[in-house]
């Protein structure tokens, strides 16, 4: 799987068991809701300081993204 693909993944399990919408993580990132779309579709790759801004709304570290990001491409 291609690390974007991973994180995509991770992004849109982690926002649903959040139980946030694609426009509130958006809006409280400062992001626009189809750069989220984007990223879970695996079609963009997140910046570290958006990586940064994402882990803070879900209340998740920012290593953790990446952890359950590498663990999803080994699968």
Do not use: C, W, Y
Not at 1 to 30: I, W
Not at 50 to 68: F, G, Q, R, Y
């Amino acid at each position: 799987m291609r690390p974007e693909d991973a994180f995509g993944k991770v992004l849109r399990d982690l926002r649903v068991k959040s139980g946030l919408s694609q426009e509130k993580l958006a809006l409280e990132a400062n992001l626009d809701r189809t750069f989220i779309s984007l990223l879970e579709r695996g079609l963009r790759q997140p910046s570290l300081v958006t990586i940064l801004e994402i882990s803070k709304i879900l209340k998740v570290p920012a290593a953790h993204l990446v952890e359950l990001a590498e663990a999803e491409m080994k699968k």
